[in-house]
């Protein structure tokens, strides 16, 4: 049932105020009036005329005696004082006595009235009350306004917080259609339903004017259980996680109550945080249908390959995203989702799957004692031996088809970067074999110490740091601590 259905039928009259007392109805009136009366007429004749009898006036407030006066217009006075202080502060109010306030007359051989305790007594119960219109969550007052039409004002305005006025009106007439509701188009929306997780009626009452409510005051409470925003001011020291906790809210929610707020803010001190803490007094439910052609991500299948070296990837089939025309089922509470299901999905292309092959096989990290040529193609420009007056350790290989450096045999990286001694970036594999091999005057890198490599594997490019005069790679090879000629081990 639409929350409108649930309005009680309340007559919009003009309101008024009310002049009441906050007690209960009077109890046995008219017997009291009775036995006064008896007791009047009785002394009357006892008397016999022989004095003045003196009448005076008992003051009740629903079941509660006040006090006595020696003249009700004493009370009446205070009555008309009451209006006029009402009338001037609640100018939009029609001020109007209520029937709570009681005198029973009695003549008596001796006045018993005390008019001042009456007429303080009077004006501490007396209070000013308007007409107003409550409205009830769950059988429990929860605000009040003017009259039934503020009250279906609010409703309105709570509808126009979480759709539009387009939504509402075409949901509206979506319910009096008798046909089938027409597929929706791309990127289109369609509110299908709304209702409250809670009862909600109305009830005419009356209640102090302080408490009447505009819509919009009325909307905010209803929304946040509060009118007021608690603020903090940032101190030395604080941090956005901190501030939160201390106010019962989390990070999130602490950015979404101050605009402009991020996660990596500075807080700055004397900065004013708002920290209210929301408690909704009504929930809003928004259901909608929306139809939307979406990309569907291609899925990811890793094949395991005994015949590559663990570590190494080939790409067999790249992944292609698919599309497809989604219509979903959106519900949204108070502005936020609380769910989404696909009511159908219209296929447009079918995703394609990415494979990849993933080595499994294990590097070996002993050498078989046989070397590759470390270079792609290029020739030795110098050999081992004297050289300018000193000794050359290894041979030099310039002028490669490729820059790429690979690894002479299986091994272990033992370091690898620069390490200011004229070599540059290089390169030291053991190959667990006694043999040990150096690669110098390197680019970059590709490896990293404690790295295994097998037989043939990229460990850098060819460059031209330390002290190197042009680009080249200088190769070193040593069996057992001790350095050998390349050229016995290698072959282009």
């Not at 509110?191 to 009452?205: A, F, G, Y």
């Not at 890793?302 to 959106?330: L, N, P, R, W």
């Not at 690669?439 to 060819?462: C, D, F, Q, R, W």
Request: hydrophobic share 35%; charged share 30%; glycine share 8%.
């Amino acid at each position: 049932m639409n929350w409108r259905q649930k309005l009680s039928n309340v007559s919009s009259n003009f309101p008024k105020l009310n002049i009441n007392l906050s007690t209960n109805l009077i109890k046995k009136a008219a017997i009291t009036a009775l036995v006064v009366s008896a007791f009047s007429i009785h002394s009357v004749s006892a008397n016999d005329d022989k004095s003045e009898l003196d009448k005076v006036y008992h003051v009740y407030i629903k079941d509660q005696y006040i006090g006595t006066v020696s003249d009700k217009s004493i009370i009446e006075k205070i009555i008309d004082e009451k209006e006029k202080i009402g009338e001037n502060e609640f100018s939009n109010y029609k001020i109007e006595v209520g029937d709570d306030l009681k005198f029973i007359p009695e003549q008596v051989f001796q006045s018993t009235a005390n008019d001042d305790a009456a007429v303080q007594k009077v004006r501490s119960q007396l209070d000013v009350e308007a007409d107003a219109t409550a409205i009830s969550i769950d059988g429990k007052p929860a605000v009040y306004v003017k009259d039934h039409d503020a009250a279906e004002q609010v409703m309105k305005k709570l509808e126009l917080s979480y759709a539009t006025q387009d939504e509402l009106d075409q949901y509206e007439a979506n319910k009096d259609s008798i046909d089938s509701l027409p597929p929706l188009k791309d990127d289109e929306t369609r509110l299908v339903d709304m209702s409250l997780k809670e009862h909600i009626s109305t009830d005419e009452t009356s209640v102090e004017p302080g408490k009447i409510l505009t819509a919009d005051e009325a909307v905010k409470y209803l929304q946040k259980g509060t009118l007021e925003e608690k603020k903090y001011k940032v101190e030395e020291g604080d941090v956005l996680g901190g501030i939160a906790s201390a106010h019962n809210l989390t990070s999130d929610q602490l950015i979404n109550l101050n605009p402009g707020l991020k996660e990596d803010s500075v807080l700055h001190i004397g900065e004013e945080l708002n920290v209210t803490v929301h408690e909704p007094l009504l929930h809003v439910i928004m259901k909608r249908e929306v139809h939307k052609v979406e990309s569907v991500p291609f899925e990811k299948e890793v094949v395991e390959d005994d015949s590559m070296y663990k570590g190494d990837t080939k790409v067999i089939q790249e992944g292609e995203d698919g599309k497809s025309a989604f219509t979903y089922t959106i519900a949204e509470e108070n502005g936020r989702r609380i769910m989404k299901d696909v009511k159908d999905e219209k296929v447009m292309k079918k995703p394609v799957k990415y494979i990849v092959h993933k080595g499994t096989k294990v590097v070996p990290s002993r050498g078989t004692g046989k070397f590759a040529w470390p270079a792609v193609g290029g020739y030795i420009s110098s050999k081992m031996g004297m050289r300018w007056g000193k000794m050359h350790k290894g041979i030099d290989i310039a002028r490669p088809s490729d820059r790429t450096i690979k690894a002479a045999d299986n091994g272990v990286v033992v370091s690898a970067g620069n390490s200011h001694d004229g070599y540059g970036n290089k390169v030291v594999i053991n190959h667990k074999n006694g043999y040990q091999t150096l690669y110098a005057h390197m680019n970059s890198l590709s490896v990293s110490s404690g790295e295994t490599v097998p037989k043939g594997t990229k460990i850098g490019v060819m460059g031209q740091t330390g002290d190197a005069t042009g680009v080249h790679l200088h190769f070193e090879v040593r069996h057992n601590g001790k350095l050998i000629d390349p050229l016995t081990k290698i072959h282009k």
